[in-house]
C-alpha cells in the first residue's frame, strides 16, 4: 500500500531533473533497485545537503504514491565513504560496481546478499583508496565483485567439469553458450582459458571480497572474458568493462 517507507540504502546515480531535483536511483536491501525523486535538493539551503550523492550508504526516509518515483522525504549519513571520492580509480570503481548491482539486478526482487555485498565492496574501496593498488591488483578486486554478482543472480560459470559433457580433466577453454569451461572434445565455438584464469575465477568465488586472488594480466582479460560471455549469452547483457585502463 502506498504510504511511508524507511529502508537503508545505497545511492547508485543521481541525475539533475528540472531547476532543483534529483531523480535517483537507489539499491535497498528488502526492495532491490527503487527510483526515486528528491525535491530541491540541489538548492543550496537543501535540507538534504550532500547525502543523496552517489557511493552513499544512507537510511533513507521515502514516501510511496502512486507514480513510479518514490519522494525522499529524509537521508540520515550511514556511511558516505569520503576516502575513496578523493582518489579517482577509485571512484570509477565505485561506479563501475553501482552499475553493475543496478543493471543486474534491475527489479524490485529483494537481494538482501547483493545490498550486503555492494556494502563491503564500496567500504573495502573506501579502505583501499589512495593506497596505490597495481592496475593488476584493482581489476582482480572489480572482476572478483562481478563473479560474486553472478553467483547471487544464479550465472556463475560452471568452473569444476567440462560444462558440456562433465569432464573434469583437460579443461582447456571456456564457452560462454555452455556456461562455463570445455574440455578438448568440446572446445569447439571456445576460446582459450589457462589455468591461472581458471584458479582465479574458482578462488574468486570461494573468498571473501577482502581475500580476492591475484592473477597476472592476461588471465585477468581471460577471465573478464569468461564473465562477459556468460552475461551475453544467458542475462542478454553486457556491462561496461570492470576495470578502465
Not at 504510504?3 to 535497498?28: F, Q, W
Not at 558440456?164 to 582459458?193: I, K, W, Y
Not at 586472488?213 to 582479460?221: R, Y
Not at 572474458?225 to 553486457?238: C, K, V
Amino acid at each position: 500500500m502506498p504510504g511511508p517507507v524507511k529502508t537503508e540504502a545505497v545511492v547508485l546515480r543521481s541525475m539533475r531533473y528540472g531547476e532543483a531535483d534529483r531523480i535517483l536511483h537507489l539499491y535497498t536491501p528488502a526492495r532491490g533497485r527503487v527510483g526515486a525523486i528528491a525535491k530541491g535538493v540541489r538548492r543550496a539551503r537543501s535540507r538534504f545537503g550532500g547525502r543523496l550523492e552517489p557511493f552513499f550508504r544512507i537510511q533513507a526516509e521515502l514516501h510511496e504514491g502512486r507514480g513510479e518515483l518514490l519522494t525522499v522525504t529524509g537521508a540520515q549519513t550511514v556511511d558516505p565513504h569520503a576516502r575513496l571520492r578523493g582518489d579517482a580509480r577509485s571512484i570509477d570503481a565505485a561506479a563501475r560496481a553501482c552499475d553493475a548491482v543496478g543493471r543486474l539486478f534491475e527489479t524490485g526482487e529483494p537481494h538482501p546478499g547483493v545490498f550486503n555485498l555492494l556494502c563491503r565492496q564500496l567500504a573495502l574501496l573506501d579502505e583501499q583508496a589512495g593506497m596505490g593498488d597495481t592496475p593488476a591488483a584493482s581489476r582482480a578486486g572489480s572482476l572478483s565483485f562481478r563473479l560474486k554478482l553472478m553467483l547471487a543472480a544464479g550465472l556463475a560459470p560452471q568452473l569444476g567439469a567440462c560444462a558440456s559433457c562433465g569432464e573434469r580433466e583437460h579443461l582447456v577453454g571456456f564457452s560462454g553458450a555452455a556456461g562455463g569451461v570445455v574440455c578438448a572434445a568440446c572446445e569447439a565455438g571456445s576460446f582459450p582459458l589457462g589455468a591461472e584464469a581458471h584458479e582465479f575465477m574458482a578462488g574468486a568465488l570461494g573468498s571473501s571480497l577482502q581475500e580476492a586472488p591475484g592473477a597476472g594480466e592476461q588471465a585477468l582479460a581471460q577471465a573478464e572474458r569468461a564473465i562477459t560471455a556468460t552475461l551475453e549469452h544467458h542475462a542478454h547483457l553486457r556491462l561496461m568493462p570492470a576495470f578502465a585502463a
